[in-house]
């Protein structure tokens, strides 16, 4: 039987207690290097699509060590520059596939980030794993799953506004506490199994 969200959410406050200030620490660096690129003038886009894939796998690989109990360090956060084409190639496939469900209507859109929100979590944890391969079997795990990651960010929604309320701070805690109980999410539907992945080239799918 699958894990409920409230569980889930237990089980990240479990992961994160007397850590709080590394998971804090690590979002932090995380932002001020994605803000840094961006900010570039002119060429910061550009720069976006090519780091941001390294960091979020960097960030990911922490996140994964930190849910599940494992040694996380912020040195983690770099390690997806050291799979730097895996990393960049997964995240523009992402992007693109997004892009072209949304260029539809904004709901095929949703749903198409949600079928493909577990893809870095499974680069994480294979690298050897192609971005098209990690694409479809995101899709394939999140099958019958999307409703309940759905739930799942619907319970962050007052959590979301008390960021808002407090000019921003709330968000160096919420953040890190929704990490992490995505990354729970993503290691109990994994636990449950998903349908078999026919291997073969990706084209975008028929149901985001």
Do not use: H
């Amino acid at each position: 039987m699958m894990t409920t969200n409230r569980d889930l959410m237990q089980q990240a406050r479990e992961a994160l207690k007397g850590r709080w200030g590394l998971a804090i620490g690590a979002t932090v660096i995380y932002f001020i290097l994605a803000g840094l690129i961006s900010a570039i003038p002119r060429v910061g886009w550009i720069g976006s699509l090519i780091i941001d894939g390294p960091l979020i796998l960097g960030i990911t690989l922490f996140i994964l060590s930190l849910s599940r109990g494992r040694e996380a360090k912020l040195e983690q956060l770099f390690e997806g520059f050291q799979r730097f084409n895996q990393a960049m190639t997964t995240y523009l496939l992402l992007l693109l596939f997004i892009f072209l469900w949304t260029l539809l209507l904004v709901i095929p859109g949703i749903v198409a980030a949600f079928s493909y929100s577990m893809t870095f979590f499974l680069v994480a944890d294979n690298p050897q794993l192609s971005g098209r391969e990690a694409l479809r079997r995101s899709k394939a795990l999140m099958y019958g799953n999307r409703g309940k990651l759905f739930c799942l960010f619907w319970r962050f929604f007052g959590w979301f506004l008390l960021g808002i309320i407090s000019l921003g701070i709330g968000f160096l805690w919420i953040i890190p506490y929704l990490q992490t109980t995505l990354a729970r999410f993503y290691d109990d539907i994994k636990a449950e199994g998903s349908p078999p992945v026919v291997e073969g080239v990706v084209s975008p799918p028929t149901q985001p």
